[in-house]
């Protein structure tokens, strides 16, 4: 069998652990540069020589969704839109970020971060169910633009939230409040969604900590 997949072949043997050693090897394999069609290739090879069969779905599965999520994180980092929900990358947002404090010194007063974050125990929090929290994400994405639709960016931050770098003026309160308004009479919402304001740390290193803080949730 394919050394990489060495794990899975043993799991397979044992009976115990296929799963969780399918997405680490579908990980691993995204992180080293493999397409999908090696990465398949090599599972049959192993299925077949530990029990003679083709892998069966949740064994293939397994392997492509760690390997899609994974080869989506490293594009994601690349582009400055998020492929899944059409809104920016957290990498554009935290390269805006940076401009910014380079613009504007130590401390950005002018702008502020509004964060929205879906209800605890939400469908979409299943970790297979991508499909369903990029679709929610991107509904919350498009209501944003409609309340912020100047030229603020609008950002996928994490797995489960959207972020809009917006100005700090008169209007700002009022908008925040619309947003979750919206948000939270949005089908399959709910009133329990979070809006709130977070201000823009005073360097650049330390808006980068709140990015990384507010992504993980």
């Known amino acids: ?61 397994a392997v492509v969704n760690a390997w899609g999520e994974t080869t989506l994180g490293y594009l994601n980092q690349l582009s400055c839109d998020d492929p899944l929900t059409g809104l920016s990358s957290q990498a554009h947002l935290r390269s805006r970020l940076s401009e910014l404090h380079r613009v504007g010194g130590d401390v950005p007063p ?14 979409s929090d299943e970790p297979v169910d991508h499909f369903t929290r990029a679709m929610r994400l991107a509904r919350t994405g498009e209501m944003a633009r409609t309340v912020f639709a100047r030229d603020e960016t609008v950002a ?9 770098l917006a100005r700090r003026d008169d209007r700002l309160e009022r908008r925040v409040r619309l947003l979750g308004t919206l948000v939270g009479a949005a089908p399959g919402t709910g009133a329990a969604v979070r809006t ?22």
């Open 196 to 217: 709130w304001v977070e201000g823009i740390p005073a360097t650049d290193e330390t808006t980068g900590l709140l990015l990384d803080r507010l992504a993980r949730g």
């Open 156 to 164: 996928r931050l994490g797995s489960h939230r959207v972020a809009v």
């Open 110 to 123: 002018g702008h502020v971060l509004v964060v929205c974050a879906p209800p605890l125990g939400d469908p």
């Open 1 to 61: 069998m394919p050394h990489r997949f060495r794990a899975v072949g043993e799991a397979l043997a044992s009976g115990a652990g296929v799963l969780d050693a399918c997405a680490a090897v579908g990980r691993d394999l995204a992180r080293d540069g493999a397409s999908l069609h090696e990465v398949l290739e090599g599972l049959r090879e192993t299925t077949r020589g530990v029990t003679g069969q083709d892998p069966p779905y949740d064994v293939v599965s």
